[in-house]
Protein backbone atom coordinates (compact mmCIF):
# COMPACT_ATOMS: atom_id res chain seq x y z
CA UNK A 1 0.00 0.00 0.00
CA UNK A 2 1.28 3.60 -0.84
CA UNK A 3 1.43 5.68 1.95
CA UNK A 4 1.77 10.39 1.81
CA UNK A 5 4.38 10.14 5.13
CA UNK A 6 7.13 12.69 6.05
CA UNK A 7 10.91 11.69 5.32
CA UNK A 8 13.22 13.54 7.34
CA UNK A 9 16.27 15.67 5.63
CA UNK A 10 18.24 18.18 7.13
CA UNK A 11 21.32 18.06 9.95
CA UNK A 12 21.27 17.74 13.81
CA UNK A 13 18.66 19.76 15.42
CA UNK A 14 17.55 21.54 12.08
CA UNK A 15 15.12 18.78 10.39
CA UNK A 16 13.58 19.64 7.63
CA UNK A 17 10.44 16.69 5.91
CA UNK A 18 10.18 15.70 2.61
CA UNK A 19 6.30 14.24 1.65
CA UNK A 20 6.64 11.78 -0.08
CA UNK A 21 4.49 8.81 -1.79
CA UNK A 22 6.31 5.81 -0.36
CA UNK A 23 6.02 2.25 -0.06
CA UNK A 24 4.36 1.64 3.23
CA UNK A 25 6.33 -1.45 4.44
CA UNK A 26 9.93 0.85 3.31
CA UNK A 27 11.77 2.74 6.40
CA UNK A 28 11.24 6.27 7.41
CA UNK A 29 13.84 7.67 5.19
CA UNK A 30 13.70 5.10 2.25
CA UNK A 31 13.49 5.19 -1.02
CA UNK A 32 10.49 6.76 -2.16
CA UNK A 33 8.35 6.68 -5.02
CA UNK A 34 7.81 10.40 -5.67
CA UNK A 35 8.70 13.93 -3.36
CA UNK A 36 5.06 15.93 -3.59
CA UNK A 37 6.43 18.59 -1.49
CA UNK A 38 8.02 19.41 1.93
CA UNK A 39 7.84 21.25 5.13
CA UNK A 40 10.66 23.30 7.11
CA UNK A 41 9.45 23.27 11.11
CA UNK A 42 12.19 25.67 11.61
CA UNK A 43 10.50 28.82 10.29
CA UNK A 44 7.14 30.30 12.34
CA UNK A 45 4.64 29.75 11.26
CA UNK A 46 6.31 26.55 9.25
CA UNK A 47 6.77 26.60 5.23
CA UNK A 48 4.50 24.44 3.40
CA UNK A 49 5.21 23.63 -0.27
CA UNK A 50 3.08 21.26 -1.50
CA UNK A 51 2.41 20.26 -5.36
CA UNK A 52 -1.59 19.78 -4.83
CA UNK A 53 -2.23 18.23 -8.18
CA UNK A 54 0.65 15.43 -7.14
CA UNK A 55 -1.23 15.06 -4.08
CA UNK A 56 -4.71 15.03 -5.25
CA UNK A 57 -3.24 12.33 -7.93
CA UNK A 58 -2.15 10.13 -4.95
CA UNK A 59 -4.83 10.38 -3.06
CA UNK A 60 -6.49 9.66 -6.25
CA UNK A 61 -5.42 6.46 -6.46
CA UNK A 62 -5.56 5.78 -3.07
CA UNK A 63 -2.57 6.48 -1.68
CA UNK A 64 -3.29 6.89 2.63
CA UNK A 65 -1.74 9.80 4.81
CA UNK A 66 -0.01 9.23 7.57
CA UNK A 67 -1.51 11.44 10.78
CA UNK A 68 0.79 13.92 10.57
CA UNK A 69 0.43 14.47 6.38
CA UNK A 70 -3.44 14.45 6.99
CA UNK A 71 -3.05 17.66 8.65
CA UNK A 72 -0.74 19.53 6.43
CA UNK A 73 -3.23 18.56 3.54
CA UNK A 74 -6.30 19.39 5.69
CA UNK A 75 -4.22 22.71 6.64
CA UNK A 76 -3.16 23.50 2.89
CA UNK A 77 -6.94 22.99 2.12
CA UNK A 78 -5.99 19.98 -0.53
CA UNK A 79 -8.27 17.72 1.26
CA UNK A 80 -11.24 19.93 1.11
CA UNK A 81 -10.33 20.64 -2.36
CA UNK A 82 -10.81 16.78 -3.17
CA UNK A 83 -14.14 16.65 -1.31
CA UNK A 84 -15.65 19.44 -2.89
CA UNK A 85 -14.76 18.28 -6.79
CA UNK A 86 -15.87 14.78 -5.71
CA UNK A 87 -19.24 16.56 -5.00
CA UNK A 88 -19.29 18.48 -8.25
CA UNK A 89 -18.53 22.05 -7.60
CA UNK A 90 -17.31 24.55 -9.71
CA UNK A 91 -13.59 25.20 -9.76
CA UNK A 92 -14.07 29.13 -8.46
CA UNK A 93 -16.33 27.69 -6.00
CA UNK A 94 -13.31 25.28 -4.72
CA UNK A 95 -10.72 28.38 -5.00
CA UNK A 96 -13.38 30.49 -2.78
CA UNK A 97 -13.97 28.19 -0.41
CA UNK A 98 -10.04 27.08 0.29
CA UNK A 99 -9.67 31.24 0.45
CA UNK A 100 -12.05 31.05 3.52
CA UNK A 101 -10.36 27.87 5.12
CA UNK A 102 -6.76 29.17 4.70
CA UNK A 103 -8.03 32.67 6.47
CA UNK A 104 -9.47 30.64 8.73
CA UNK A 105 -7.01 28.07 9.52
CA UNK A 106 -4.56 31.18 9.73
CA UNK A 107 -6.41 33.08 12.24
CA UNK A 108 -6.97 29.95 14.04
CA UNK A 109 -3.22 29.44 14.07
CA UNK A 110 -2.78 33.42 15.26
CA UNK A 111 -4.96 32.54 18.05
CA UNK A 112 -3.16 29.84 19.71
CA UNK A 113 -0.06 31.63 19.02
CA UNK A 114 -1.49 34.48 21.38
CA UNK A 115 -2.94 31.79 24.21
CA UNK A 116 0.18 30.28 24.28
CA UNK A 117 2.24 33.55 24.75
CA UNK A 118 -0.15 34.74 27.62
CA UNK A 119 0.02 30.90 29.17
CA UNK A 120 3.78 30.96 29.19
CA UNK A 121 3.81 34.81 30.44
CA UNK A 122 1.45 33.55 33.42
CA UNK A 123 3.68 30.73 34.29
CA UNK A 124 6.71 32.82 34.43
CA UNK A 125 5.15 35.45 36.26
CA UNK A 126 3.78 32.63 39.09
CA UNK A 127 7.53 31.32 39.15
CA UNK A 128 8.92 34.45 39.86
CA UNK A 129 6.47 36.27 42.21
CA UNK A 130 7.99 36.70 45.57
CA UNK A 131 6.99 34.47 48.18
CA UNK A 132 4.29 35.91 50.38
CA UNK A 133 3.72 34.31 53.56
CA UNK A 134 0.33 34.72 55.59
CA UNK A 135 1.29 35.40 59.29
CA UNK A 136 -0.70 32.47 61.20
CA UNK A 137 -3.11 33.78 64.28
CA UNK A 138 -0.72 34.38 67.23
CA UNK A 139 -1.34 31.06 69.95
CA UNK A 140 -2.39 32.15 72.25
CA UNK A 141 -0.61 31.29 76.06
CA UNK A 142 -1.80 28.65 77.82
CA UNK A 143 -3.77 29.59 80.93
CA UNK A 144 -1.34 30.45 84.28
CA UNK A 145 0.28 27.71 84.89
CA UNK A 146 1.58 26.81 88.54
CA UNK A 147 5.48 27.14 88.64
CA UNK A 148 7.12 23.94 89.28
CA UNK A 149 8.35 23.76 92.81
CA UNK A 150 12.19 24.19 93.15
CA UNK A 151 14.01 21.33 94.35
CA UNK A 152 16.50 22.29 97.32
CA UNK A 153 20.00 23.44 96.93
CA UNK A 154 21.42 20.09 98.43
CA UNK A 155 19.49 17.67 96.27
CA UNK A 156 21.31 15.61 93.65
CA UNK A 157 19.27 17.41 91.27
CA UNK A 158 20.28 20.93 91.56
CA UNK A 159 23.84 19.45 90.34
Request: proline content about 6%; glycine content about 6%; cysteine-free.
Amino acid sequence: MVKLRLRRRGRKKAPFYDIVAIDGRARRDGASIERVGFIDPMTSPKSINLNVDRALYWLGVGAQPTEVVRQILSREGVLLRRHLALKGHSEAEIEAAILTHRERSAATWKRRQELRAKRAAAKFAAANAPIVEEAAPAAEAPAAEAPAAEAPADSPAAE
